[in-house]
C-alpha cells in the first residue's frame, strides 16, 4: 500500500494523463473568442449608426444598397435589412440590421480560407470586415458565427458566396468612391437621415451602443418627437 | 433579353380551374406602367365587356405595378394599380381604376411578377400564396369573415412568419407547404421580410360596393368598390414574398434622383394654406 502511494506520487497516474491532455485539447480547439483572446485584427475606420425612431421602412437604403454593389434592386441581396412589422406599435414597428463592423469580428475568425483569409480586413480599405468574392469558397461558416439576428452576412444565392456590407467599398456600379472617407450608398439615398456615418467605435459591449438619436430641429417642425 | 425595369412575367389566375399561368409582359411594355398595362390586359382577357357589374364572373381585375415600381424613384416605386369593371351605387358600373402604396407592388416585383390578372370566379374561398414563381392556392374557409388585419396575422401563421421585427433569414424553400404541393428545386432564395398581403375584409365578402383591397395597416385600394370584385370571384387574400431583383438601367440616376428629394426635406413651410373647417387654428 505505501508502494504504491510513492509510486502515483512520482508520475502520473493514468487518469490524470487523461484529464490533463483533454484540457489542453479542448483549449486549442475553442475558438478564440469564448477564451477571450483577442482575433489581434484592427479596429475598422468606421461605422453605421441608425436611428431606430426615426426610420419610416421605405427600404430605399436597401434597394440602393444592392442597386450599388450588384447592380439590381433587390431586399434579399441588400446588406442593410430594414425589418418592419405594420401591426406592431411605433417604436417596435421597424428595425434596421446593420453590420457593426465588430471589434473582435467573429466572422472575420471563422473565415477557414488559409493562408489568407476570404473575410480579412484590409488595411487599405480602412481595415473594414469585408468578405473578398474571390477568395470565398461559400462555407457559410461566417453566415452562421454571426451573433445578431438577423445575420448581418447575407447569402448571395446567385455567386453562390457570402456577403456583408463593406462600407461601400467594393462598390462597381456607383460612381462615387466609397468605403470610410467616401460616401456610402445608404446614408447617401436615405430620405429622412436615419443611418449617418462615423469614425468613432460605439461600445462594443451594448447592443443598443449603434442606435442613435438623429432627429434634429427639422424633425421637431414636423411635429414629431426628438427624445 | 434583358428587362430593364420589368420583372418579364405577368400571372393570370385562373380563379374557376384554380390554375396559375405565366405571360409574357413583352406585348404589353408598349402600354407603360401600371394603368396602361392593366387596362390593355383587361381588353385582352374579359371575355365578355358588355358587364355592367363588377361582380360578374366575366369581369377581370389586373392589379399591376409599373416599371418604377421596386426601384429607389422617390414617391413613384411605390404604387401599385388595381383595374377592372368596378362596383357603384349606381346600378350601371363602368371600367375603372384605383391604386394602393406599400410594400405589395416591390415584391410582387421581386417575385418576378409584373401584374396579376384573376380571371373567373371560385366555387370556394381561396387565398392565393406567391413565393417567388410559384403559385399556390389555399382554402380561405378559416379566413373567410376575419377583418383585414386579422386576415393578414392568419397568413403569417400559416406560413410560419414570426411577428415582430429582429428575425433570422428565411430560405423560402423552408417555409411550411400544402401537402400537396412540392417544393420547387430551383428558387433558393432567402430574405428576412414579412409577405406583402393583399386582402379584402368582411365588406369585401360581402360584396358592399365601398369594399377596399388593404394592405398592411394602412394602405387601401378604396375607389370603385374593387373589394367587393374580389368577394365576388370568393378571393379573400394574395400574399407575395419575393427574392429576386429588378434590373435598372440608369443605377446613377436612381441615386441622384433619391439625393434631389433628400436637399428638399426641409422646404420653407407655406405661410398660409387653406384648412379644412373644424381643423384647430392654431396647428
Known sequence: ?227 | MTHYGYAGKILRLDMTNKKAIAIDTEPYRRWGGGHGMGAALFWDFCKDKSITDGRHPANVCCVMTSPLCGTIVPSAGGRCEVVGVGVGQYPVSWFTRTNFGGRFSTMLKYAGWDGIVIEGKADSPVWVDIRDGQVIFHDAGDLWGKDTWATQLKIRDLISIRRGTKTHWRDLQALPFSENEKPSEIDPGRTTQKPAILCIGPAGENQTCHAALIHDAGNGAGQGGLGAVWGSKNLKAISVLGTGGIKVHEREICHQLAEARLSSLDPPRPAAQPDHPGRPADR
Open chain 1, 1 to 227: 500500500m505505501k508502494d504504491d502511494k510513492a509510486r502515483s506520487a512520482g508520475k502520473l497516474t493514468r487518469r490524470q494523463f487523461l484529464v490533463g491532455t483533454s484540457a489542453i485539447g479542448a483549449a486549442m480547439l475553442l475558438p478564440g473568442q469564448l477564451l477571450a483572446i483577442p482575433n489581434g485584427i484592427p479596429d475598422s475606420e468606421g461605422f453605421l449608426v441608425v436611428d431606430l425612431k426615426k426610420c419610416q421602412g421605405c427600404g430605399t437604403c436597401m434597394m440602393a444598397c444592392a442597386l450599388a454593389h450588384s447592380g439590381v434592386a433587390s431586399y434579399s441581396l441588400s446588406r442593410i435589412q430594414i425589418q418592419q412589422d405594420s401591426f406592431a406599435d411605433w417604436p417596435d414597428d421597424v428595425f434596421m440590421a446593420v453590420c457593426r463592423q465588430c471589434e473582435d469580428a467573429p466572422c472575420v475568425a471563422v473565415c477557414p480560407v488559409r493562408p489568407t483569409r476570404a473575410n480579412k480586413p484590409n488595411p487599405k480599405q480602412g481595415n473594414v470586415r469585408m468578405i473578398d468574392p474571390n477568395l470565398c469558397i461559400g462555407c457559410k461558416l461566417c453566415l452562421a458565427r454571426c451573433p445578431y439576428t438577423p445575420s448581418r452576412i447575407q447569402w448571395n444565392f446567385e455567386l453562390q458566396k457570402s456577403q456583408k456590407c463593406d462600407l461601400c467599398v467594393d462598390t462597381p456600379y456607383m460612381e462615387e468612391k466609397g468605403g470610410p472617407g467616401g460616401t456610402q450608398a445608404c446614408v447617401k439615398v436615405c430620405p429622412v437621415n436615419a443611418i449617418t456615418f462615423t469614425t468613432k467605435i460605439p461600445d462594443q459591449g451594448s447592443e443598443e451602443s449603434y442606435h442613435v438619436n438623429l432627429r434634429g430641429r427639422a424633425w421637431s417642425k414636423l411635429g414629431m418627437t426628438t427624445q
